[in-house]
């Protein structure tokens, strides 16, 4: 392996560990906040404690996603240094508006809502949490639009031999951003949903504060199946405008080489290593057509057309991605993705009317549904970001010309590993941090205590 190969390893380590917390802290900043607003409205005790528990780990979350990302911004100056000096004017801007504008305002009321519980009044002190959840959507927003951009380059002129920017508004409005939003977003509330679910499953089944976790468990699985045909109608959108964009991307999804009227989705396939000989799949008729272009009798490109375009129009050289990934990718994102749903309808309908399921089959699947959109997460962008291959930035910059020249294989190959082990001992900690205070259940509120009152905190 080379300094390229080994710094496209260590930023997708990086960049899908990191996405492990993003959507949780997305999902569970909004519900956490209506759990409170339910709490202020009713002043029932039971939303106290919820607001309490889902909260403290809301906040160890928080903190390692913050960590977890900042080494994602070092990454660019020292293992893409060419790709950051040909898209920096661009990709700069929606950043450092992320940084300055929507960081510091969920970091600011953030802080205020830790330790605004004895000092604030109480509806001053809910609009700290809301606005600190508003900030996270404002930094997805610019996130993905300095994503999008690489995705479909808009707003830009060619100068000195780097791409410069001449609309900061049609970056930020690029139609790739306005499908990706959505899509992304809901697809955060469907994983917070799921966390919930899961771990007020395992109280409840130990019979473990049914008052807290039952109202938890019934709102973790509405907000996953609500969400969850929410990601697929803003995917099916997505879909269509990233055919329109990036045809070979569809086209690698289904490892459809050939172009074809009423194009089949395959279910499952197997086929030789490279993904261009069939040899059995399960399919469903048209399908494919329906999703890449809205109609069930649509032409859909295949690789070897949008192959022969690619090389007219920018010269010679294989514009394939790795098809197996691709493929197998986007089915693993759809599945996960359902699967979490089935296991949220099956929760609601078997713990309706205070009932306590006996099938472990069931458990199961409770226990582990929060595992299915994260894998669905991660999947989804193994899929956005190696279709789009060989292009770091689409039709402008190819990967193998974004790496730093003067990063050598054995400093690639220490930063692979040392970043990893420190990821590693990250997710000990996460991982620790988040059952020790799962597992411990919501605090007791009497009128002795002073937790009604006490700022949120967490100690490993």
Known sequence: ????????????????????????????????????????????????????????????????????GIVQEFQFGMNWSDYSRFVGDIFGAPLAIEGLLAFFLESTFLGLWIFGWDKLPKKVHLATIWTAATG????????????????????????DGRAELTSIGAVLTNSTTLVTFPHTVTACF?????????????????????????????????????????????????????????????????????????????????????????????R??????????????????GINDVQREYQQTYGEGDYTPVVPVTYWSFRLMIGFGGLAMVVALACLWFTRGGRLPQSRLLWIGALTTVAMPLLANSFGWIFTEMGRQPWSVFGLLKTEDSVSPSVSTGEAATGLIVLTLVYGVLAVIEVGLFLKYAKAG???????????????AFAY
């Open 190 to 282: 469907l994983t917070a949903g799921a966390v919930m679910l899961t771990v007020s499953a395992w109280h409840i089944r130990r019979r473990n504060q049914d008052e807290v976790f039952r109202p938890s468990l019934k709102i973790g699985a509405w907000v996953v199946l609500v969400s969850g045909v929410l990601v697929m109608i803003t995917g099916d959108i997505q879909a269509r405008v990233m055919t329109e964009q990036q045809p070979m991307k569809m086209a690698a999804a289904e490892a459809l080489y050939d172009s074809t009227e009423s194009a089949s989705f395959s279910l499952f396939t197997i086929g030789s290593l490279d993904g261009s000989e069939e040899l059995y799949s399960v």
């Open 1 to 68: 392996m080379d300094a390229l190969d080994l710094s496209r390893w260590q930023f997708g380590i990086i960049t899908v560990y990191h996405y492990i917390f993003v959507p949780i802290t997305i999902g569970l900043s909004f519900l956490v906040a209506g759990i409170q607003t339910a709490w202020v409205r009713t002043g029932r005790e039971k939303y106290l404690r919820a607001t309490k528990f889902w909260g403290k780990l809301f906040l160890i979350n928080f903190a390692i996603g913050v960590v977890t």
């Open 136 to 159: 996270t959507l404002l930094s997805a927003y610019f996130i993905l639009a300095a994503n999008s951009w690489m995705q479909h380059p808009v707003g830009w002129t060619m100068g």
């Open 284 to 301: 469903i008729p048209s399908l494919l057509s329906f999703m890449a272009t809205g109609s069930p009798d649509g032409e859909v490109e």
């Open 442 to 456: 919501a605090p007791e509120i009497t009128p002795e205590s002073d937790e009604a009152d006490k700022p949120l």
